[in-house]
């Protein structure tokens, strides 16, 4: 309950209010380029997040992996906007223990090293959920996994 005495209120994939999630990579992406189709699915969870309902976090992995695209094509001004947006949120960096539950998450749901990246570190920040487009952490447990509808 808040003060006040008003229930929690419900958000964008059952979270509730003040929860702080990490967000995976395709998400951002499709927010960052405006993507007609895959955007909008994960509009509410932005909104959310800018009207401070929730707080949304990113891996350092998600930031290099959002990078890459910019830099690949040459483009180093949206590079530096794409880094300036990003950095309006919680970044969390790659450290130790990430890396030996990654293994762990790796060897337990045989998921790609990105992939066993993300959860841990949801996992290690005490993430709400993990969201996501990305269908290969279906079989993951203790770790909502919200994937845009």
């Known amino acids: 309950m808040k003060s006040g005495g008003r229930r929690q209120q419900i958000e964008w994939g059952g979270l509730p209010e003040g929860a702080t999630v990490l967000v995976d ?5 499709y927010l960052l380029q405006d ?9 509410g969870l932005f ?18 992996e959002i990078l890459t695209g910019p830099y690949k094509a040459g483009e180093l001004a949206l ?23 990654a293994a762990q998450m790796r060897a337990q749901y045989s998921l790609k ?13 005490g993430a709400a959920a993990l ?9 993951v447990r203790g770790l909502p996994i919200l994937i845009g509808a």
């Open 47 to 64: 909104a959310a997040a800018e009207a401070g309902r929730v707080e949304l976090a990113l891996s350092t992995v998600t930031l290099a």
């Open 79 to 101: 590079a530096k906007r794409y880094e300036k947006a990003l950095n309006t949120y919680q970044i969390v960096p790659f450290s130790a223990s990430v890396s030996i539950q």
């Open 131 to 139: 969201v996501t487009h990305d269908r290969d952490f279906g079989n």
């Open 25 to 29: 990579t395709a998400p951002w992406i």
């Open 113 to 125: 090293l990105p992939d066993a990246i993300q959860v841990a570190t949801a996992l290690d920040m």
């Open 35 to 43: 993507h007609p189709v895959f955007a909008p699915r994960f509009e």
